[in-house]
């Protein structure tokens, strides 16, 4: 099958977005490896005087761990789907947060909002990408020198048992329920997208050539291991801005 991209894919998001916070309950660990990829931003006094992007927010549960682990930064949130932001921000925040319609190719025009950040997460966001280097370009202009990017991604180890075993819970559990809500076609996405993207080691490499650097990927636990991964990276200097990290 040919992948969601762009439009497409934002608006099959758009239509999932009413049944997307059930179906990511069912996933046995998928909020607690999520708050645990955020806190692994290690954000000093608990985000005081920061700001952090959440890149892809979905329906807010990255928004949700961002908050948890650094409770003052001021944390602001972007999705191309706005079914999805329309949900996430119709749910309860503090005033330090804010929740903005922006794709991810669109990080540059974000005005006021443009930065520097001291941080940014991702979730499950660059392997829908059809053009990733430029994204994380964008994200490293948008880091101070220095600052931190975690991302929270399907990205396998590349082992074949790993990649045999998505496919079997794609097939037997996450295309099902996705057929049953009418978002087949976004499930199917999801199965082929992760195994049509880079393995773990390849990502890691794609930041050390966009710029990032002292690069970590760190497994998750549960049935998750060897195909979601945390990585970790920090912001070189980009060209015309000074600094140290």
């Known amino acids: 099958m040919d992948l969601l991209r762009d439009h497409d894919l934002a608006r ?40 952090v992007l959440d890149l892809g927010c979905g329906t807010g549960a990255s928004t ?46 974000l005005g006021a909002e443009a930065g520097p950040y001291d941080a940014v997460f991702g979730a499950w966001v660059f392997r829908n990408l059809s053009v990733p280097d430029a994204v994380l370009g964008a994200v490293r202009a948008l880091l101070r020198p220095g600052g931190r990017l975690v991302v929270h991604e399907y990205s396998l180890s590349g082992s074949a048992a790993h990649r045999a075993l998505w496919t079997a819970v794609c097939r037997g559990l996450v295309i099902p329920a996705g057929t049953l809500t009418g978002d087949g076609r976004l499930h199917r996405h999801l199965w082929r997208s992760v195994l049509d993207f880079d393995t773990a080691p390849a990502f890691a490499a794609r930041l050390g050539r966009a710029g990032f650097r002292s690069v970590r990927t760190l497994p998750v636990a549960g049935w998750q291991t060897g195909i979601v991964h945390t990585f970790l990276a920090r912001a070189g200097a980009t060209p015309g801005r000074g600094g140290a990290a």
């Open 12 to 51: 099959a998001f758009d239509h999932a977005a009413p049944a997307y916070d059930r179906l990511t309950a069912a996933s046995p660990g998928h909020h607690a490896e999520l708050r645990r990829s955020a806190r692994r931003l290690r954000l000093p006094d608990r985000g005081s005087g920061l700001r």
């Open 64 to 109: 949700a761990a961002l908050l948890r682990a650094a409770p003052r930064a001021r944390i602001t949130a972007v999705d191309a789907s706005a079914g999805m932001l329309a949900r996430a921000s119709a749910k309860s925040w503090p005033p330090n947060v804010r929740f903005l319609h922006r794709t991810a190719e669109g990080l540059p025009g």
